[in-house]
């Protein structure tokens, strides 16, 4: 070959190596090994689950978790700021209401899982310390909706129904007073109930800032107590009789005449007698269930047989205990059925 055709040759192949390595890509980075460039699983947000985030999976839905407030309730004197002029509430009537369901739901409270009751159940009774709550809550929604009010006769439990109605009896003092029971709490504190400023007052706790209590769930599912109509409307009365006790020993601690009444009645008459103070205890949209009451206050109290009246208002049986000399022996009475049968008693005058 000559030297000519050498050169040529040499040429020739340099060129070729040249195309070659302008048409090479550049060096792949291996599947198994993510690039550089990209972050981590772990310096990555956290992405939202699936089911999370579609919108025909509902999210998963579980027990309520209340963070207390470690704040205190009040600072230095708990009644500054409180006008000791503002009227008070003095009396509730307990009334069957709807219990607000969400409610009734399982909630968390440091750790613990809390079951609130669904429904009224009695007998209920719990005896501990009872604190109270005012200004820092005032105005402010409660469990039930309802806007807390400290000048109220209200309370807060952790399990009991709401709303409800409980007996408050401060064991130190034996004052009592009946609540509504529509907010959640005492939390934090070893306390079985937290009372409104006004519950608190009537009890006479508000200087100690609590005491020892007990507490019983009124009975509201056969009882739907409301006033008395006004006396230009006529009402039927009817009075119990009892009837004699037949020949022979009475049992043993029932006086006679006999243990429970009869349910023979008087005539009926147009209305309680005028200038008389009455206690209300019960009222009923069934005649019997009135029947039913008048018995079981009459086998407890039999002292009662001549007080016991049934009144028909054309719209409700009301069971009424009177009439009464003077508001002094009525509030004893009322006291009387309140302690020892737990009933609402409602003072009134005609």
């Known amino acids: 070959m000559s030297f000519n055709s050498k050169l040529i040759a040499i040429a020739l192949l340099s060129s070729l190596l040249a195309a070659c390595n302008s048409s090479m890509p550049p060096r792949q980075t291996s599947p198994s090994q993510p690039p550089t460039s990209k972050s981590t699983p772990a310096e990555r947000p956290r992405a939202t689950p699936p089911m999370a985030s579609s919108p025909s999976a509902p999210p998963v839905m579980g027990p309520r978790i209340i963070n207390i407030d470690p704040k205190p309730e009040f600072e230095g004197n708990a009644t500054d700021g409180i006008d000791p002029n503002t009227p008070l509430e003095t009396s509730v009537t307990p009334r069957l209401d709807p219990i607000v369901k969400s409610t009734t739901k399982p909630y968390i409270v440091n750790g613990e899982t809390i079951t609130p009751m669904s429904a009224i159940a009695t007998p209920f009774t719990q005896t501990g310390h009872a604190s109270w709550y005012g200004k820092k809550f005032h105005g402010r929604k409660t469990a039930s909706g309802e806007?807390?009010?400290?000048?109220?006769?209200?309370?807060?439990?952790?399990?009991?129904?709401?709303?409800?109605?409980?007996?408050?009896?401060?064991?130190?003092?034996?004052?009592?007073?009946?609540?509504?029971?529509?907010?959640?709490g005492p939390f934090g504190r070893p306390r079985v109930i937290d009372l409104s400023y006004a519950a608190a007052k009537q009890l006479d706790i508000i200087q100690h800032g609590s005491s020892q209590v007990e507490v019983t769930l009124i009975d509201t599912t056969q009882q739907t107590p409301e006033p008395l109509q006004p006396s230009t409307e006529t009402v039927q009365v009817t009075r119990q009789i009892i009837q004699p006790a037949s020949a022979g020993a009475s049992p043993a601690g029932v006086p006679s005449p006999a243990s429970t009444p009869s349910t023979?009645?008087?005539?009926?008459?147009?209305?309680?007698?005028?200038?008389?103070?009455?206690?209300?205890?019960?009222?009923?949209?069934?005649?019997e269930n009135a029947d039913r009451l008048q018995k079981r206050i009459f086998t407890a109290i039999p002292e009662t047989q001549t007080l016991l009246n049934k009144v028909y208002n054309g719209k409700l049986f009301q069971v009424v205990l009177g009439p009464y000399p003077d508001h002094a022996l009525a509030a004893q009475a009322a006291s009387q059925m309140r302690d020892q049968l737990q009933l609402p008693a409602l003072i009134f005058s005609r």
């Open 264 to 287: 023979a009645n008087t005539s009926a008459a147009n209305g309680l007698e005028a200038n008389g103070i009455y206690i209300q205890v019960g009222a009923f949209g069934q005649e």
């Open 147 to 184: 806007v807390y009010d400290m000048f109220k006769l209200s309370a807060a439990h952790k399990t009991l129904p709401i709303p409800s109605y409980v007996r408050v009896t401060n064991l130190s003092n034996r004052k009592s007073v009946i609540v509504r029971v529509n907010d959640r």
